[in-house]
């Protein structure tokens, strides 16, 4: 007979998050061995994240924190991707989401690369993230890591859907007089989805691929030879003013920019960073 007891069970089910039978499974194949059942199910769960690495992981959620005083702060995103939304809104994968984002704060990890090797509980986040798939039964990613220092560091957090935790994360870095409008230039970022701060922070490739097929695209409409320089340029521009967070048209106020709207407290935006969970 077994020797354990339906309180040694619950205590094995509440540690590891595992279901009932695999669970007793346990238990039966250690002997009672609380510690012993805890790596049997540990073992399992990662044979089972090895057999999910080739399914998608598109839901999850965004995660912010924001460390510092104001003068020097710094803000960290993350981006924890599990298979489905129901998964996604469960108190377990919250709890994780908050414990791997601390660890990542904690090792000032800048990239999903660095913060997977970051310490937590005597294992690396990816250990860590792995072990959990193995109790949530889906395959778990942290997709991406933002880092975002500056005087003031601001945070917005948008629910695509109400049921869900947050699917949208911005952090935007400003210097004290910018501080004011902050929150209303981040909830911009989380509906225009800027790719670069400045026109200067575009890269030089980047331009000359727009500048590229802009030409191609006005040639192929038969524009006047003469004509292709200014209309390339044009159409360059219009490009700066889509991707470029600066020059974008206020969302509050399309007849100014994000730009404008900064400048006149006498700011500045030094950077920012924006996750879609999926995107």
């Known amino acids: 007979m077994a020797n354990y007891t339906v309180a040694d069970i619950q205590a094995l089910r509440e540690r590891t998050g595992a279901g009932m039978m695999d669970v007793?499974?346990?238990?039966?194949?250690?002997?009672?061995?609380?510690?012993?059942?805890?790596?049997?199910?540990?073992?399992?769960?990662?044979?089972?994240v090895a057999k999910r690495e080739g399914r998608s992981a598109s839901e999850g959620l965004v995660m912010t924190s924001i460390e510092g005083e104001a003068g020097n702060q710094v803000g960290t995103l993350i981006e924890l991707n599990s298979e489905t939304d129901f998964v996604a809104k469960s108190e377990k994968f919250i709890a994780l989401a908050q414990a791997?984002?601390?660890?990542?704060?904690?090792?000032?990890?800048?990239?999903?690369?660095?913060?997977?090797?970051?310490?937590?509980?005597?294992?690396?986040?990816?250990?860590?993230i792995d072990e959990n798939a193995g109790v949530l039964g889906e395959k778990i990613v942290l997709r991406r890591v933002a880092r975002?220092?500056?005087?003031?560091?601001?945070?917005?957090?948008h629910k695509t859907n109400k049921d869900l935790p947050a699917q949208v994360g911005?952090?935007?870095?400003?210097?004290?007089?910018?501080?004011?409008?902050?929150?209303?230039?981040?909830?911009h970022i989380a509906v225009f989805s800027p790719l670069y701060l400045s026109r200067e922070e575009v890269p030089a490739d980047?331009?000359?691929?727009?500048?590229?097929?802009?030409?191609?695209?006005?040639?192929?409409?038969?524009?006047?030879?003469?004509?292709?320089?200014?209309?390339?340029?044009?159409?360059?521009?219009?490009?700066?003013?889509?991707?470029?967070?600066?020059?974008?048209?206020?969302?509050?106020?399309?007849?100014?920019?994000v730009g404008k709207v900064v400048e006149a407290p006498g700011g500045e935006v030094t950077s920012f960073a924006r996750f879609r969970v999926g995107a």
């Not at 194949?29 to 399992?44: P, Y």
């Not at 975002?148 to 957090?157: D, H, I, M, N």
């Not at 935007?172 to 004011?180: M, Q, S």
Request: charged share 30%; aromatic share 4%.
């Open 24 to 48: 007793k499974k346990a238990l039966d194949e250690a002997d009672g061995d609380q510690d012993k059942a805890v790596e049997i199910l540990r073992v399992k769960g990662l044979k089972g």
């Open 100 to 128: 791997v984002l601390d660890a990542v704060v904690a090792a000032s990890a800048d990239s999903a690369e660095t913060a997977l090797a970051a310490p937590i509980d005597g294992k690396t986040v990816g250990e860590f």
């Open 148 to 157: 975002v220092q500056a005087p003031v560091v601001t945070e917005y957090l």
């Open 170 to 187: 911005v952090l935007v870095g400003t210097d004290a007089k910018a501080a004011e409008v902050a929150r209303d230039v981040a909830m």
């Open 206 to 257: 980047a331009v000359e691929n727009e500048r590229r097929v802009a030409e191609e695209v006005s040639r192929a409409e038969g524009k006047p030879e003469a004509a292709l320089p200014k209309i390339v340029e044009g159409r360059l521009n219009g490009w700066f003013k889509e991707n470029v967070l600066l020059e974008q048209a206020y969302a509050r106020d399309t007849k100014t920019t």
